[in-house]
């Protein structure tokens, strides 16, 4: 059986830690989508995400969330989070926010224990395509650098979250098709506690790598 390598490495940092129409922008300027992806025939794999799509629109609604602006709120109840934002959520992922990053995603891992992640493409001139995945555990954040071992792909979303189950969160990353076949990562990550492990694909003629999904 051929064993695939992720085309993605992965780096843990230890620190403080769909398709869908866009809705009308908000006062706060955020244009963001309620879902990612569409599962029409298993929408209980529908990952508990917001996409965003205009560079500034994640750091726009966590101001207007944090401020109790309906539209934030609004977005917030779509994907479980509580009415009234967690200081230290919003606190934690300002600290996150840099110049060079583009966050395209954030998602519920656990609403009931505070399990989140959100994915920032790194728009900074590099010889790869790099994001940043951090997550937040029990108040905790913990930031992974991802970066695809070739630029032969967009750094545009270089992950987004494919499809989740009971116990996990996919992430699908570094797509890169070919005439023959389509290599890819997948980003597993735990949603109990936002552990994640990267396992490499491959869609050929033969099939797909056991355990991936397109």
Excluded at 5 to 13: A, G, K, R, S
Excluded at 38 to 67: K, M
Excluded at 171 to 197: F, I, Y
Aim: proline fraction near 5%; charge should be negative.
């Amino acid at each position: 059986m051929k064993i695939y390598l992720p085309l993605l490495v992965l780096t843990i940092l230890l620190g403080s830690g769909c398709s869908a129409s866009p809705f009308a922008e908000s006062p706060g300027s955020f244009t963001v989508p309620m879902k990612t992806i569409e599962l029409e025939e298993h929408p209980e794999r529908q990952p508990l995400c917001i996409r965003f799509s205009v560079e500034d629109g994640f750091s726009n609604w966590v101001e207007a969330y944090a401020a109790g602006e309906e539209d934030a709120i609004r977005y917030a109840l779509g994907v479980k989070l509580p009415e009234e934002a967690n200081p230290e959520l919003i606190a934690n992922i300002k600290t996150t926010l840099t110049e060079d990053a583009y966050v395209h995603f954030f998602c519920v891992l656990d609403e009931a224990n505070d399990v989140y992640a959100w994915a920032a493409d790194l728009t900074a001139d590099s010889d790869s395509c790099r994001a940043m995945m951090h997550t937040q555990v029990e108040g905790s954040v913990t930031s992974a650098l991802m970066e695809s071992q070739t630029a032969t792909t967009t750094c545009d979303e270089l992950c987004a979250p494919k499809y989740q189950t009971e116990e996990k969160l996919v992430w699908q990353c570094d797509v890169q098709p070919t005439d023959t076949e389509t290599k890819w990562s997948e980003l597993h990550m735990l949603r109990s506690n936002g552990e994640a492990r990267a396992f490499g694909c491959v869609e050929d003629v033969s099939g797909i790598t056991p355990g991936c999904v397109r």
